[in-house]
C-alpha cells in the first residue's frame, strides 16, 4: 500500500496541534530539496480571505513532509470549504516517488483499495470532531494528466454527509496531497478541486526549475599532464545531476570547440591543448527541467 497513507494518522494530529511548535524534517536527497513549504497549497491559491490555521513540518516514515492548514471558509472559485489542507512529502530521489504514486494508482484501481484511502483519510480528518463515522464510499478516481489524480469521497455521520475530495500530485522528488471537505451536507466543488491540484502542480514547477546562480569555477593547475576539476557552482531547483562537457578555447577564450570524451567533471590537458583556453559546461538536470551553466575560460595551457 502506498506508504504516504500513513500521513493520515500523522495529519489526524496536527490537524489539532499543528500550530504548537515545529520538528526539523531531514532531507534525504544530495542535492537540497526545496523547503516542502513552496510547493503546497498556499493562501494566495485561494479566493482573498483565506487564513492559514496552522502549518509544521513533521517526519513519516523516515520522509520529510510539510503540512499546512486552512481556516474554515477558504474558497478557491466555488463554495466555502469546512477544511483545505496542503501536505508535501519528500521522497529520496524522483524514481522513488513515482513509485509511490504508481502504488497509489494501483490502489485506486479496486474497490477495496479505494475503500482503504478513504477510511484512512475521512477518518483521520473527522478524528477529534463531534461527528461519528457511519460508512463511507469512494467514488472510482479521475485521472488529472501529468502525475495527477482525484478521488471523491462521502462520509456518512452521525450529524450529516461529509463530503470531501483528495488530489495527489507527483512530480520529481514530492508527493503532493490535498485534502478539500466541504461543509456538512455539501458539495466540494470539482471545479475546486482541478484549481487546487493545477495550484500544486505550478508549486512543484517551480520549485524544481533547475537555474545556475553562481557559475561552474575550474580548478587545478591549468598545465599539461595536471588535473582540473569543476566547482559545479550553485543551483536552485534541486538538479538531480550534472553532465559536463570540457572545450578547448583560443587564448582569449572564444572559438570553443568540444573535446571529445570529456564528459566528466575533470579533464587533464595535453600537448594538443598547449597555447589554448579550456573551459566546461555544467548541465544540471531533474525531471521536470536543465539548464547550462558555463565557466569562464582557464589560463592558457603553457
Known amino acids: ?13 496536527l490537524l489539532g496541534a499543528c500550530c504548537v511548535g515545529s520538528s526539523s524534517a531531514a532531507q534525504r536527497v544530495t542535492v537540497p530539496a526545496p523547503q516542502l513549504a513552496s510547493v503546497v497549497l498556499a493562501a494566495s491559491d485561494f479566493a482573498p480571505g483565506a487564513h492559514v490555521a496552522g502549518e509544521r513540518p513533521f517526519t513519516v516514515a523516515g520522509q520529510s513532509a510539510f503540512i499546512r492548514v486552512f481556516k474554515s471558509g477558504a474558497k478557491l472559485g466555488g463554495q466555502p470549504l469546512s477544511l483545505a489542507v496542503g501536505i508535501g512529502l519528500l521522497e529520496q530521489d524522483a524514481a522513488t516517488a513515482q513509485a509511490d504514486f504508481a502504488d497509489l494508482q494501483h490502489e485506486t484501481q479496486t474497490k477495496a483499495g479505494r475503500l482503504a484511502i478513504a477510511k484512512s483519510w475521512g477518518t483521520a480528518f473527522i478524528t477529534g470532531s463531534k461527528l461519528k463515522v457511519k460508512s463511507t464510499v469512494v467514488s472510482p478516481p479521475v485521472a488529472l494528466g501529468d502525475g495527477g489524480l482525484r478521488l471523491a469521497l462521502t462520509i456518512s455521520t452521525n450529524l450529516g454527509t461529509v463530503r470531501m475530495a483528495l488530489g495527489f500530485v507527483e512530480t520529481d522528488r514530492v508527493v503532493d496531497i490535498v485534502v478539500l471537505g466541504a461543509r456538512l451536507n455539501q458539495a466540494v466543488a470539482q471545479a475546486d478541486v482541478g484549481r487546487a491540484v493545477s495550484a500544486v502542480r505550478q508549486h512543484l514547477r517551480a520549485a524544481f526549475s533547475v537555474v545556475s546562480t553562481v557559475q561552474p569555477v575550474i580548478g587545478g593547475t591549468p598545465q599539461q599532464g595536471q588535473t582540473l576539476t569543476v566547482d559545479e557552482g550553485t543551483w536552485s531547483g534541486a538538479p538531480s545531476g550534472f553532465a559536463y562537457v570540457w572545450s578547448r578555447c583560443d587564448d582569449t577564450g572564444g572559438a570553443c570547440a568540444p573535446i571529445a570524451g570529456a564528459t566528466a567533471n575533470t579533464y ?34 603553457p
Open 1 to 13: 500500500m502506498f506508504r504516504g497513507l500513513r500521513l493520515a494518522a500523522a495529519a489526524a494530529g
Open 268 to 301: 587533464v590537458p595535453g600537448v594538443e591543448d598547449s597555447g589554448m583556453t579550456i573551459r566546461v559546461a555544467v548541465t544540471g538536470s531533474n525531471s521536470v527541467s536543465s539548464q547550462q551553466a558555463i565557466s569562464l575560460p582557464s589560463a592558457p595551457i
